[in-house]
């Protein structure tokens, strides 16, 4: 396995579903990575470009980031790129089809940073037979950080 660790600010709102087959829940959000670097020859610090990184969660982990996390919170989230790619058929007859090449984050573990922000952390107690559906749909949905 290949992981890698990202740091980055919660640019989207965060979705859950549950799937079909296992009734378990799967969030996505995307993250803005920004960074800086300092010019040497100016002195100056330069802005570098908005890197924006999809980001896929399962199970229990998935309930506890949709309970948590909210939009233009820091965090920082572990896990695997995986390939996210897909073909795009053609609309013309006989025309080519397009390949759309994408990655995201398939996450192992999320947190929020403390970098720029404090929390408070609560253990959530859950029985065996309690379904991710039961609790996400108990929860109220997270404020906005500002």
Do not use: C
Not at 4 to 11: A, I, K, L, P, Q
Not at 22 to 41: E, K, L
Not at 60 to 70: E, I, R, W
Request: proline fraction near 3%; glycine fraction near 6%; aromatic fraction near 6%.
């Amino acid at each position: 396995m290949n992981e890698n660790t990202f740091h980055g600010t919660v640019g989207r709102e965060i979705r859950i579903n549950h799937s079909q087959r296992t009734g378990n829940a799967v969030v996505n959000f995307s993250i803005a990575i920004n960074s800086r670097r300092r010019d040497q020859a100016s002195g100056q610090w330069v802005d570098r470009p908005t890197v924006w990184k999809d980001v896929v969660v399962f199970g229990l982990l998935a309930a506890n980031v949709y309970d948590t996390l909210a939009t233009g919170m820091h965090v920082v989230v572990t896990g695997e790129e995986v390939d996210d790619s897909f073909t795009k058929e053609s609309r013309e007859p006989g025309g080519e089809d397009t390949v759309i090449r994408r990655t995201k984050i398939e996450a192992r573990e999320v947190a929020v940073s403390l970098r720029f922000q404090t929390a408070t952390v609560e253990k959530v107690q859950r029985n065996r037979e309690q379904s991710t559906e039961q609790r996400s749909t108990s929860s109220t949905a997270p404020q906005p950080v500002g």
